[in-house]
Nanobody, 122 residues
Framework: QVQLVESGGGLVQAGGSLRLSCAAS????????WNWFRQAPGKEREFVAT????????DYADSVKGRFTISTENAKNTRYLQMNSLKPEDTAVYYC???????????????WGQGTQVTVSS
């Protein structure tokens, strides 16, 4: 089993930045990929970013490319999502997920965190 705990959410003005963290524990040595999803009120959960275990491969949703950066620090068993130039439409609960076999349609992942709220005011 793997446990994921997100932190770093909060309230920020448009144009500001936040860094989310995802601390992992348990059998993390078997994880192939780490991911961030988000879910806004009344909307389906959507993919944000993914990174391979080694950190050598990343991908992003078009809506966040050039503004968000996903990274991994395996020595600390922690993944990050650096979010810059935030927009009100980035407001959502952000979830960390691991071992995803599918990132579309809400994602199909073996492990999920509890989520952290990000609110961007205009």
């Amino acid at each position: 089993q793997v446990q994921l705990v997100e932190s770093g959410g909060g309230l920020v003005q448009a144009g500001g930045s936040l860094r989310l963290s995802c601390a992992a524990s348990g059998r993390t040595y078997s994880i192939a990929n780490w991911n961030w999803f988000r879910q806004a009120p009344g909307k389906e959960r959507e993919f944000v970013a993914t990174i391979s275990w080694s950190g050598g491969s990343t991908d992003y949703a078009d809506s966040v490319k050039g503004r968000f950066t996903i990274s991994t620090e395996n020595a600390k068993n922690t993944r990050y999502l650096q979010m810059n130039s935030l927009k009100p439409e980035d407001t959502a609960v952000y979830y960390c997920a691991a071992d995803c076999r599918r990132v579309v349609a809400g994602g199909l992942c073996d492990y999920w965190g509890q989520g952290t709220q990000v609110t961007v005011s205009s």
